[in-house]
């Protein structure tokens, strides 16, 4: 069989955003690793189960409905109109209807990789509801939240959305994936309310550990090679205007605004609070990775180096701040997904070269280069409406929930840990019940007698001490 240079081209795109999904499909794994890092012991099984539920409901719902709310045609500016429960044949087409505007992948494949994307922002809006939330409501809000998603992403990323005929800039999903998730997450968080322990009587915060700081280090560095499949996969395939292997680019500016944010947040935690705190670093670089994703195909890299920079320094300042509003967000979604997400997509109207606006055939150039506010302008306008959308649909739902059935575990079981009380098992069982050549056995000498002798006689621990920031 001897293929043409367009469908050399087609196979070529094909097999790179299939691989650019996975690698989005792996930031999974590092959201389990940096999660279960950043919260407690007696909960790190239930978080891990959580990441898995993600991906399973994210994939079957936006199969089923999101894809067609999102990208299917006959729609109007506000949610697509056709192809719900794909079939065959129109997975299998390349630029035709119900999935037209993917002209140079299957549809199957523009599938794979936006249902990853659905995937990831879902992940974010456990973060700020972690150790306190009933398992149902991760099956029910992540079908809702995945409904919302899909139709935000109409708006942006589908031509007959009403932002993207305005054109309004977010490359791979500042606003679409981590500014929604961050919202939501926000809901969440306020509706529940904080942890058991984590504020005084008189507001004052006090530090709830997460247990393993290699853990979140591991998870940081798995997303943010991950990220190299969600920001130059959205090329969503090998040419992008009139620029071939425009993808490399993209990387690039991906990868020195991650760096920059690691080091600004790094500077800035040196000087707010006296010490280069590893978990404001990593939040640094998760932060940088989330402004640049709507920039990333717009701006020169010493942009997207400054644009990393302010996120770090955001990171940071951000996770203090919403702690003294007395919102107990264990992993800092609000900060580093919700702000980073706001700068970034503010950012891409003030930086955006007008040569590569043209190239990607999306809004215009930035004020920095036109002198002209209109960019900024549509990219605020766009914030302000997915916030109001996103926030109200999402506080509406849990604020249901939440009446109806309660959405927040009652406080013996919080005390006690989601591990046993959401899934009969233990994410670290040996601290917390006998096992047989576990801590506490001669199996482990003298230090397995010392821990016998300070454990607690009961299996079930008590709520920790808060000794550190959260």
């Not at 719900?84 to 119900?98: H, K, M, N, Q, R």
Request: aromatic share 12%; hydrophobic share 55%.
């Amino acid at each position: 069989m001897t293929l043409t240079n367009k469908e050399l081209v087609i196979a070529t795109s094909t097999i790179w955003v299939v691989v650019a999904a996975i690698l989005v499909m792996f930031m999974q794994a590092g959201f389990a690793f940096l999660e279960a890092g950043l919260t407690r012991m007696k909960n790190v099984g239930h978080v891990a189960a959580k990441n898995v539920l993600v991906l399973g409901i994210a994939s079957i719902v936006y199969y089923l409905v999101g894809y067609g709310l999102a990208f299917g045609d006959g729609g109007n500016a506000i949610v697509g109109g056709s192809g719900f429960f794909p079939s065959v044949d129109e997975l299998l087409a390349i630029g035709t209807s119900p999935f037209s505007w993917f002209g140079s992948i299957p549809a199957g494949a523009g599938y794979l990789f936006q249902v990853v994307f659905a995937a990831v922002a879902l992940a974010i809006v456990w973060g700020a509801m972690a150790e306190r939330t009933k398992l149902w409501v991760y099956f029910a809000f992540g079908v809702v939240f995945t409904l919302i998603y899909s139709v935000v992403s109409h708006w942006i990323w589908h031509p007959d959305g009403w932002l993207f005929a305005r054109g309004m800039q977010d490359f791979a999903g500042s606003t679409v994936v981590h500014y929604q998730g961050a919202l939501a997450a926000l809901a969440g968080a306020l509706l529940l309310g904080p942890r058991i322990g984590k504020f005084s009587a008189d507001g004052k915060p006090n530090a709830i550990p997460g247990h393993n700081m290699a853990f979140v280090t591991l998870g940081v560095i798995i997303l943010w090679f991950g990220w190299f499949g969600f920001n130059p996969g959205s090329t969503l395939g090998v040419v992008t205007g009139d620029k071939l292997g425009y993808f490399a680019y993209v990387a690039l500016t991906t990868n020195v605004a991650a760096a920059a944010g690691a080091l600004g947040a790094v500077a800035v935690s040196w000087i707010v609070i006296k010490k280069p705190d590893l978990s404001m670093m990593l939040n640094g670089v998760i932060a940088a990775l989330v402004a640049i994703t709507a920039a990333s195909g717009f701006v020169a890299p010493w942009a997207a180096i400054v644009i990393g920079a302010v996120a770090g320094s955001i990171a940071v300042l951000g996770v203090l701040g919403v702690e003294r509003l007395l919102v107990d967000d264990p992993i800092g979604a609000v900060s580093v997904h919700g702000l980073a997400g706001v700068w970034g997509t503010l950012a891409t109207g003030i930086f955006a070269v007008p040569a590569l606006a043209d190239n990607l055939a999306t809004g215009s150039g930035g004020l920095w280069y036109t002198g002209s506010f209109h960019q900024l302008g549509v990219q605020a306008l766009g914030l302000l409406a997915v916030g109001i959308f996103t926030f109200s649909a999402s506080f509406g739902a849990l604020w249901t929930m939440k009446k109806t059935f309660g959405i927040r575990v009652d406080p013996e079981v919080e005390t006690a840990g989601l591990d046993v009380s959401e899934h009969g098992m233990w994410g670290y069982p040996e601290f917390y019940i006998p096992v047989p050549g576990g801590y506490g056995t001669e199996s482990h000498g003298h230090l397995g007698l010392a821990h016998a002798r300070s454990a607690p006689a009961h299996p079930h621990p008590q709520a920790e001490p808060a000794l550190e920031g959260s």
